[in-house]
């Protein structure tokens, strides 16, 4: 079975401030993807990342960072000096080795993120 | 690229009505659509997953018979929640893919439905 723990309810933070949202992962499958998603608050949801398990390489975007580490089953994501339009919920999820037609998404709790002027 | 278009973004009607959900993808061919339901304050709860031209797989503890999913095409899925009461009150999210566990999928922009 799949499993995302985003154990980070909430975060706040003044704008500036940096912040790290946590993701650990747990999977059988040898191959795997790893996403991050941003939810605002219209609803929509809005993919940020794909991370397959085989590349550990560390991504940066503009103000964002992705940390993946297999060692201990996590996928971390860092904003750099965030900014007020951040607030959003953001989702990790996690897909493995399922059926070719198309794979489920195990998505974690989410973390509501909150960036105060 | 990859656009998803969902319709309606809200619906408010009464007890028993049955309401019709669209999801398309607007610039892609999508295998693969995904239903989900969200509470408030929680996280994506998949429904069930629509391939082109065949049956819904549905999760377990989701009614098929209530929620009616049809794909007719690679860029069309619709889902009708039937006899909708005022518990079947959600957001409902679709997503499509381009198919295999390493395509990313790509969101409507959701429905609101409140059954009053």
């Known amino acids: 079975a799949q499993k995302v723990t985003q154990a980070q309810t909430e975060i706040s933070v003044v704008e500036k401030e940096d912040v790290t949202l946590d993701c650990v992962y747990e999977?059988?499958?040898?191959?795997?993807?790893l996403f991050w998603y941003k939810q605002p608050p219209s609803g929509e949801l809005v993919f940020l990342i794909r991370?397959?398990?085989?590349?550990?390489q560390n991504e940066i975007s503009g103000r964002y960072s992705w940390n993946f580490q297999k060692s201990t089953s996590s996928f971390n994501f860092t904003i750099t000096a965030s900014q007020v339009v951040d607030s959003a919920v953001y989702f990790c999820?996690?897909?493995?080795?399922?059926?070719?037609?198309?794979?489920?998404?195990?998505f974690g709790e989410g973390t509501q993120l909150t960036v105060n002027p | 690229g990859a656009v998803v278009s969902q319709h309606p973004s809200r619906v408010i009607c009464k007890s028993g009505t049955s309401v019709k959900i669209e999801c398309r993808s607007l610039?892609?061919?999508?295998?693969?659509m995904f239903w989900y339901r969200q509470f408030p304050k929680k996280s994506l709860m998949l429904m069930a997953t629509?391939?082109?031209?065949?049956?819904?797989?549905?999760e377990q503890g989701v009614e098929k018979d209530k929620f009616l999913i049809n794909h007719a095409s690679l860029t069309l899925s619709t889902l009708t929640v039937t006899s909708a009461h005022p518990e079947d009150s959600s957001f409902y999210i679709c997503?499509?893919?381009?198919?295999?566990?390493?395509?990313?999928?790509?969101f409507g922009d959701g429905t609101r439905l409140s059954i009053l």
């Open positions: 997503s499509a893919s381009t198919g295999g566990s390493n395509q990313p999928q790509h």
């Open positions: 999977t059988r499958d040898t191959t795997y993807y």
């Open positions: 991370r397959n398990s085989f590349d550990e």
């Open positions: 999820a996690l897909s493995g080795q399922e059926r070719a037609s198309g794979s489920r998404l195990t």
């Open positions: 610039d892609f061919q999508a295998t693969t």
């Open positions: 629509s391939n082109e031209g065949s049956k819904a797989t549905y």
